[in-house]
Antibody, heavy 115, light 112 residues
Framework: QVHLQQSGPGLVKPSETLSLTCTVSGASVSSYYWSWIRQPPGKGLEWIGYIYHSGDTKQNPSLKSRVTLSIDTSKNQFSLKMNSVTAADTAVYYC?????????WGQGTLVTVSS | DVVMTQSPLSLPVTLGQPASISCRSSQGLVYSDGNTYLNWFQQRPGQSPRRLIYRVSNRDSGVPDRFSGSGSGTDFTLQISRVEAEDVGVYYCMQGTHWPFTFGGGTKVEIK
């Protein structure tokens, strides 16, 4: 059974960098694409981007310039960095396996952008 | 971006009765590999989304057979044949054909 465990701070200051990691068990990160999705409080779901172990990445054009995705096969984990955050980036962030049919998902991390 | 429009926004249902959620995409969802990447997710209160249906009509392992998906082109439907108390939550459709992938706005299913 594939399980995704998210980690990272729940509070980030405006203009700083949001960093989250997703550790995978039950599957190798070298075998699938891996995605990040977010959900602002009370709002719908927004795709952030996805990554493959080869380095192939794709980011939502609305966020592309601020997002960096990376993967560490030695730790079986993948990561999200988003710079220059504002209050609009306050959301629950999810990691998920695959892209076109994402599942399973991580437990979600509420990241609040506030000073 | 492809816009996914769900209806209704809210769906009060009596236990044991059927429920139906509609999802319409602003573009056709057939990918170059011939597959139609239309998924349905259930998000129970306080939980992460869980995939129920992938590629229009394929039910995920462990999903009760009272859930079914159908549709083609730009019109898709999720049906629950007999709603149970555990089905309360928000349901989302999502297209995985055109980048960036997009979700519908969600349909909240509640018990009358």
């Amino acid at each position: 059974q594939v399980h995704l465990q998210q980690s990272g701070p729940g509070l980030v200051k405006p203009s700083e960098t949001l960093s989250l990691t997703c550790t995978v068990s039950g599957a190798s990160v070298s075998s699938y694409y891996w995605s990040w999705i977010r959900q602002p409080p009370g709002k719908g779901l927004e795709w952030i981007g996805y990554i493959y172990h080869s380095g192939d990445t794709k980011q939502n054009p609305s966020l592309k310039s601020r997002v960096t995705l990376s993967i560490d096969t030695s730790k079986n984990q993948f990561s999200l960095k988003m710079n220059s955050v504002t209050a609009a980036d306050t959301a629950v962030y999810y990691c998920a396996r695959t892209t076109r049919e994402p599942g399973p998902w991580g437990q979600g991390t509420l990241v609040t952008v506030s000073s | 971006d492809v816009v996914m429009t769900q209806s209704p926004l809210s769906l009060p249902v009596t236990l044991g009765q059927p429920a139906s959620i509609s999802c319409r995409s602003s573009q056709g969802l057939v990918y170059s590999d011939g597959n139609t990447y239309l998924n349905w997710f259930q998000q129970r209160p306080g939980q992460s989304p869980r995939r129920l249906i992938y590629r229009v009509s394929n039910r995920d392992s462990g999903v009760p057979d009272r859930f079914s998906g159908s549709g083609s082109g730009t019109d898709f439907t999720l049906q629950i044949s007999r709603v149970e108390a555990e089905d309360v939550g928000v349901y989302y459709c999502m297209q995985g054909t055109h980048w960036p992938f997009t979700f519908g706005g969600g349909t909240k299913v509640e018990i009358k």
